[in-house]
T-cell receptor, first 117, second 111 residues
């Protein structure tokens, strides 16, 4: 059974840094396209970042240069390092994935809330 | 402002059908057959309901269907049930730079 469990959210001051983690089970992070998607309180979904199975990374313009996606294959973990945080980065951050495609998300975690204030 | 435009709300009575639209551009919805729809109940993670415009994942009732014409995609929910009341988001692949764009979401109310 596929499971994605996020952690690492919390309250952080503007300009600060936070690292989110996603523990993956049921498949290996290296075999799937892994992503972070966020949702500001009361707002819609926003794609944040992808890491391809081959290691290439992609970012939304809103986070480019500030956020870094990475993975630890030995621990089967996905990460999102968030630097220079702003109030508008406040959101629930979801870890999401689909095998062999970046065009949809078959599986989602329960999300972790990052509050920048 | 979201990249894809959805109506903020839609409603229907039990048993009726309702259609939610999702309008983009030729760079996303109109350019690829990679439109997906997600259902999100309050406090829960999104759930994939439709992918590649009209395909249903295993376990999704056939009351849910998708279509596309030009730059506009649509999700139709037939035979509305109380549990269909939720927020619905469309998304589309948008090419190598922007990858994925979402709509602003539509709150579906079952009257």
């Amino acid at each position: 059974e596929v499971q994605l469990v996020e952690s690492g959210g919390g309250l952080i001051q503007p300009g600060g840094s936070l690292r989110l983690s996603c523990a993956v089970s049921g498949f290996t992070v290296i075999s799937n396209y892994m992503s972070w998607v966020r949702q500001a309180p009361g707002k819609g979904l926003e794609w944040v970042s992808f890491i391809y199975s081959g290691g290439s990374t992609y970012y939304a313009d809103s986070v480019k240069g500030r956020f870094t996606i990475s993975r630890d294959n030995s621990k089967n973990m996905l990460y999102l390092q968030m630097n220079s945080l702003r109030a508008d980065d406040t959101a629930v951050y979801y870890c999401a994935t689909a095998k062999s495609t970046v065009t949809r998300f078959d599986y989602w975690g329960q999300g972790t809330l990052a509050t920048v204030s | 402002q979201s990249a894809l435009t959805q109506p903020p709300s839609a409603s229907g009575s039990p048993g009726q059908s309702v259609t939610i639209s999702c309008t983009g551009t030729s760079s996303d919805v109109g350019g690829y057959n990679y439109v997906s729809w997600y259902q999100q109940h309050p406090g829960k993670a999104p759930k994939l309901m439709i992918y590649e415009v009209s395909r249903r994942p295993s376990g999704v009732p056939d009351r849910f269907s998708g279509s596309k014409s030009g730059n506009t995609a649509s999700l139709t929910v037939s035979g509305l049930q109380a549990e269909d009341e939720a927020d619905y988001y469309c998304s589309s692949y948008a090419g190598n730079n922007n990858l994925l764009v979402f709509g602003g979401g539509t709150r579906l109310t079952v009257l």
